[in-house]
T-cell receptor, first 114, second 111 residues
Framework: GAGVSQSPSNKVTEKGKDVELRCDPI?????LYWYRQSLGQGLEFLIY????????KSGLPSDRFSAERTGGSVSTLTIQRTQQEDSAVYLC????????????FGPGTRLTVL | KNEVEQSPQNLTAQEGEFITINCSYS?????LHWLQQHPGGGIVSLFMLSSGKKKHGRLIATINIQEKHSSLHITASHPRDSAVYIC?????????????FGKGTHLIIQP
């Protein structure tokens, strides 16, 4: 079956612009996670969704970052007024029920802020 | 601070060698994950464990909860095993719902 998909695969933007990154989890998976992977910081947790609710937003680095999930499926991560330090690969993962399950990762979106 | 430490950071070995990658963490956890990331590729979950030992093919993962330590072993290593192996944990006791990651072990298996 289809895995986790993310779009776009690459995004180049200018400093100060807003960007939206999309994640389509595996069908039926209720838990969804956003992570980012950067050269300096490695992999970092951003936000966790259970259904459409986000019980844990503790990893969002600033109020420029927000995420939503609709219909218990697609999720969008929005970064406003992008900065160069936002350049990273943004990864989405999903799991069947909740945080106790194995996570299935998407291919990521590589974001470059010029 | 909740931390995950991996060793070694880099490992180069010959085909056929037995490989061990170590992971230690600072406080109690609910689960530990071993992940694999090939160059330019996505992340694949190899194991999730909270106690004991799991085996899948040539890969074995063990965890010692008391020692706060886990190991990933690869038997009869092959060049296709070359990848970055990442240990990740979900801390218990009200920590984040997401995973906290080690910095990864870059493994190269030479033919």
């Amino acid at each position: 079956g289809a895995g986790v998909s993310q779009s776009p695969s690459n995004k180049v933007t200018e400093k100060g612009k807003d960007v939206e990154l999309r994640c389509d989890p595996i069908s039926g998976h209720t838990a969804l996670y956003w992570y980012r992977q950067s050269l300096g910081q490695g992999l970092e947790f951003l936000i966790y969704f259970q259904g459409n609710s986000a019980p844990d937003k503790s990893g969002l680095p600033s109020d420029r970052f927000s995420a939503e999930r609709t219909g218990g499926s697609v999720s969008t991560l929005t970064i406003q007024r992008t900065q160069q330090e936002d350049s990273a690969v943004y990864l989405c993962a999903s799991s069947p029920r909740d945080r106790t399950d194995t996570q299935y990762f998407g291919p990521g979106t590589r974001l470059t802020v010029l | 601070k909740n931390e995950v430490e991996q060793s070694p950071q880099n490992l180069t070995a010959q085909e056929g060698e037995f490989i061990t990658i170590n992971c230690s963490y600072s406080v109690g956890i609910s689960a530990l994950h071993w992940l694999q990331q090939h160059p330019g590729g996505g992340i694949v979950s190899l194991f999730m464990l909270s106690s004991g030992k799991k085996k899948h093919g040539r890969l074995i993962a063990t965890i010692n909860i008391q020692e706060k330590h886990s190991s990933l072993h690869i038997t009869a290593s092959h060049p296709r095993d070359s990848a970055v192996y990442i240990c990740a944990v979900r801390f218990s006791g009200g920590g984040a719902d997401g995973l906290t990651f080690g910095k990864g072990t870059h493994l190269i298996i030479q033919p």
